[in-house]
Nanobody, 120 residues
């Protein structure tokens, strides 16, 4: 069974930093795009960042210049470095990965979510 396990969330003050990690495990042939979305209370889920298997990145407008996405293909892991955090960044952060799970089968998988809370 394929799973995405997230870690690194927590409580931080305005202006602080956190790094989120998400590792894919289980039976897979390869990993395509990976990325992060977030959902704050009362708001729609929004794109944070994506990264292709070749390292091309894309960011949501609200996090450009503050967040950096990266990946380690040998570890099947995607990271999100979050700097200059604001109250508006408070949300549950979900990672995703598009995985080859069969010869001709590609599926999207989602992590369980990790809470990021920015205070003061």
């Amino acid at each position: 069974q394929v799973q995405l396990v997230e870690s690194g969330g927590g409580l931080v003050q305005t202006g602080g930093s956190l790094r989120l990690s998400c590792a894919a495990s289980g039976r897979m042939f390869g990993i395509n795009d990976m990325g992060w979305y977030r959902q704050a209370p009362g708001k729609q889920r929004e794109l944070v960042a994506t990264i292709t298997s070749g390292g091309r990145t894309n960011y949501g407008d609200s996090v450009k210049g503050r967040f950096t996405i990266s990946r380690d293909n040998a570890k099947n892991t995607v990271y999100l470095q979050m700097n200059s955090l604001k109250g508006e960044d408070t949300a549950v952060y979900y990672c995703f990965a598009n995985l080859w799970v069969g010869v001709t089968t590609r599926n999207d998988y989602w992590g369980q979510g990790t809470q990021v809370t920015v205070s003061s």
